[in-house]
């Protein structure tokens, strides 16, 4: 996002700094205003405008920190409702995603493998590539979580680990990355840029098998949306949103709440029994 701010700015990255802070406050808010005003013309999403203000309120913050100045970025973000769909595509489509991937060549044992990590533990994209072999431990998987700085252990069920032991079979149990990328040329230009030889998947990877199995089930998807099925499904047959929060591993109760207020559709049956009543007025 500073790569896309220093385009925006027509200056190089290594830039950014003594172009952007080195204006001082006034000037350094009033350019991000107009960043915002620019994103906003562009039709960004709220939430796509205001990672970008996340982006440089960071680097003011480390600019601060290292007492390179002595002000705070104080443009304000935009006003957005978080999960306003949270249903996903649902069970029998993701079904349907899963029944797509044929044979049992090695890229297919490891694209189950990964469709049972977002169906069954609702994992999202970032804690899957970012997982080695050294990571599985009979049952158990350690994750790195969306912001934390410790991996945390999660139980598996017997699905998900009858698919990772097939690929593992597979795979070898050589240490490193536990899935690794079959699109060669790719995984090679990340694993220049890493300065390794690390085959691992990307973030893109798996977003790429995903639309594609669901694009050829007949309903296009992505990982997120699965995992919002998944969260969707647990409050449906448990009731427990609790329960669904740990499964989600959502810090706060009121996120994992937004999932079971669309489920149940408070608002709709609300409207519905206000215009009922309204109607039996006019008749």
Excluded: C
């Amino acid at each position: 996002r500073i790569a896309l701010f220093a385009a925006w700015l027509g200056v190089p990255v290594g830039e950014v700094g003594p172009t952007f802070l080195g204006a001082g406050r006034g000037a350094a808010n009033a350019t991000a205003l107009a960043y915002k005003n620019h994103l906003r013309a562009e039709e960004r999403s709220p939430s796509t405008i205001n990672g970008h203000l996340v982006a440089l309120r960071s680097l003011v913050a480390y600019a601060r920190l290292v007492d390179l100045i002595d002000w705070d970025l104080t443009v304000a973000g935009e006003k957005s409702r978080r999960l306003r769909d949270t249903r996903g595509p649902g069970m029998p489509a993701l079904a349907r995603l899963y029944k797509a991937i044929e044979g049992d060549g090695d890229k297919a044992l490891r694209d189950r493998a990964i469709l049972w990590l977002l169906i069954g533990q609702g994992l999202r994209e970032s804690e899957i590539v970012s997982l080695d072999l050294a990571h599985l431990d009979g049952d158990r998987l350690s994750i790195l979580g969306k912001a934390r700085r410790e991996r945390e252990w999660i139980t598996l069920d017997k699905s998900t680990r009858a698919a990772l032991a097939s690929w593992i079979e597979r795979r070898g149990d050589a240490a490193g990355a536990l899935f690794t990328n079959f699109d060669r040329a790719h995984a090679w230009k990340q694993a220049r840029a890493r300065g390794s030889a690390d085959r691992r998947i990307t973030r893109f990877a798996v977003r790429q098998l995903v639309g594609y199995y669901s694009a050829k089930s007949g309903r296009r998807t992505w990982p997120h949306a699965i995992r919002h099925s998944a969260i969707t499904e647990i409050i449906e047959a448990t009731r427990d949103v609790n329960a669904a929060r740990l499964f989600a591993r959502h810090d706060s109760l009121a996120t994992t709440s937004a999932y079971a207020d669309n489920l149940d559709d408070l608002g709709g049956k609300a409207a519905a029994g206000h215009a009922d009543r309204f109607a039996t007025l006019i008749e």
